[in-house]
């Protein structure tokens, strides 16, 4: 039963993975080493579902570190086993157990009898997760850390832990570099990581063999713990969109999709591209700023009223202004579409909508954290639609008999993602109608509009040219 039960919650919340972002994509898949056991690093934006995206993504059945207090309830364990998470017991928490297991035996006025390097199940040191570690490695196994040790929103990464350079390192010393493992960087890069139904990208760097370090490691073990995880660092740097501030970072990732295109041979509907561009956009950022500081001043300056004038026009993507009219047969059929699919839809939404907006609304009063927001959404949204259904098949099948109450709540799931499914095609229906009529009855404002982008993407195109030579 408990197998089963595991089972179950790891199919359900990579199914809610992909449900929350179900744009998902990856650059740099083929620089993942076959046959090897692998350590993929990580930055950690997106609090639990930042491992969750990378099994999702990848399809590989990562192992990560989980705090040791997620494991402090039964719920909790069976949600951290059903992705093999392997506790790790940070100096607060097992503070906090010393002092609450004091606390008790005061009151109980009964002697400890904690055995060394153990308390109340918290082993004084984190050996025994490397061990689990280690052992998963010698096993040709893959885990997945993140070396900053905690999730955050901060636009630009924050100082490496060492823990994932002494656990590859250490299990390869246990078997004189004959496991071959592997350190595989990772970027993670959600478009609006909190945001219901939105994208995000994986971006593979270069793989960091191991074994080559161990001699170096067996004469000075912390000098090469801290030369590996200052190369996994440097590593990360290449790959992760990173920014002195988050309102620079949102822009460089905006600007870096409007002046994409033909001119510059990169798609900008392609995610991978489009950050690669943004990193380029980002170096040149900040190169510009010390050498020309007032001609970024006035690129930064064209950005912002561009933004402006769109927001007040209602356009979300100026390309939309660029893209060929839709054909009649197009338009027909997504009309179509939208009657098909109200009627199933008017029913989610009257099964769903209330514990869906709830969950909305919850969420951001359970945690301020923008970095964990996303997780508790999920959650609360999963369980509050599960609640609002099952009440609903248990009403129905007691006004209408008990073979009612299955088909009930099968109703409430297959409406309540055509629900979602027909919001989404109205808000796109809304935005590209937008456009369409902007260039129909509007040409001119139109025309400037799709003039001005194109300016702006030759003087981002020109801008960036002169500063790829990072020489003073």
Request: aromatic share 6%.
């Amino acid at each position: 039963m408990r197998r089963l039960l595991v089972a179950l919650v790891r199919w359900l919340g990579e199914a809610l993975v992909r449900l929350y972002y179900p744009q998902r994509a990856v650059d740099g898949a083929d620089r993942i080493p076959a046959g090897k056991p692998l350590v993929f690093v990580l930055n950690h934006p997106n609090g639990l579902l930042d491992p969750l995206v990378l099994r999702v993504v990848l399809e590989r059945p990562a192992r990560f570190l989980a705090k040791s207090t997620l494991f402090g309830n039964p719920l909790g364990r069976v949600a951290m086993d059903a992705f093999g998470s392997i506790p790790v017991y940070r100096p607060r928490d097992v503070n906090g157990a010393r002092n609450a297991r004091t606390e008790l035996g005061s009151a109980q006025r009964s002697p400890s009898r904690e055995g060394a390097g153990t308390l109340s199940g918290f082993p004084h040191s984190n050996e025994e997760t490397f061990a689990s570690c280690r052992a998963e490695l010698a096993g040709g196994g893959v885990l997945a850390l993140f070396p900053e040790g905690t999730s955050h929103s901060d636009p630009e990464m924050r100082p490496l832990k060492t823990g994932a350079a002494r656990i590859t390192l250490s299990a390869e010393a246990e078997h004189d570099g004959g496991l071959g493992v592997t350190v595989v960087p990772v970027g993670l890069s959600y478009a609006r990581k909190t945001t219901f139904r939105s994208s995000v990208l994986l971006v593979v760097g270069e793989p960091i063999a191991v074994a080559p370090l161990l001699p170096q490691y067996r004469r000075d073990e912390r000098a090469t713990v801290t030369a590996l995880t200052d190369q996994i660092g440097a590593r990360l740097d290449e790959i992760v969109l990173q920014a002195e501030s988050r309102e620079l970072l949102a822009g460089i990732a905006r600007v870096a999709r409007w002046t994409a295109g033909p001119a510059t041979g990169d798609d900008p509907e392609d995610p991978a591209a489009r950050h690669r561009r943004a990193r380029e956009m980002a170096a040149a950022y900040a190169r510009m700023r010390a050498r020309d500081p007032a001609r970024l001043e006035g690129i930064v300056a064209e950005v912002q009223s561009y933004w402006q004038t769109l927001r007040r026009l209602g356009v979300r993507d100026p390309w939309a202004l660029e893209l060929t009219a839709p054909r009649p047969g197009a338009i027909a059929g997504a009309l179509l579409k939208l009657v098909v699919a109200a009627p199933l839809a008017a029913l989610g939404a009257i099964m769903g909508w209330l514990p869906y907006r709830l969950a909305g609304r919850i969420a951001p009063k359970v945690s301020k954290d923008e970095d964990v927001l996303s997780t508790v959404k999920l959650i609360a949204g999963a369980l509050f639609l599960f609640l609002a259904w099952s009440g609903e098949a248990v009403a129905v099948g007691w006004r209408l008999g008990a073979a009612w109450g299955v088909p009930t709540f099968l109703a409430g799931v297959a409406g309540g993602y055509v629900a979602l499914r027909f919001e989404e095609l109205v808000r796109d229906g809304v935005a590209g109608w937008r456009a369409v009529s902007l260039r129909a009855f509007h040409f001119k404002t139109a025309q400037r509009l799709t003039e001005r982008r194109r300016a702006l993407a030759d003087e981002v195109a020109q801008a960036l040219a002169e500063e790829s030579d990072p020489a003073p």
